[in-house]
């Protein structure tokens, strides 16, 4: 998927960190949603590169669950989540 793919719905917070991953070459395995709260779920094939800052509504979680996924960031308590995948570079 390329970045003019982006989800227009990923709220702010969220694409601001998606764009820095794709940036950074990490590439989005899926787009959907996980009922019943979460509206939109971005999945990232490999791990976030770096631990970026949070702001208000905006919370990260390590889930290290290979059956889901490595990590995320949340917003509004789960409403849009970002979440990378433990693929590797290459």
């Not at 779920?41 to 979680?61: D, N």
Request: hydrophobic share 40%.
């Amino acid at each position: 998927m390329s970045r003019q793919q982006i989800p227009a719905a990923l709220a702010a917070p969220l694409r601001m960190i998606l764009e820095a991953e794709l940036a950074r070459g990490n590439v989005i395995d899926e787009v959907a949603d996980w009922p019943p709260r979460c509206e939109l779920l971005v999945i990232l094939r490999r791990p976030f590169a770096t631990a970026y800052p949070t702001g208000p509504g905006v919370e990260f979680t390590a889930i290290e669950d290979r059956h889901y996924w490595k990590s995320e960031y949340n917003l509004d308590g789960g409403r849009q989540t970002l979440a990378c995948g433990f693929g590797r570079a290459g």
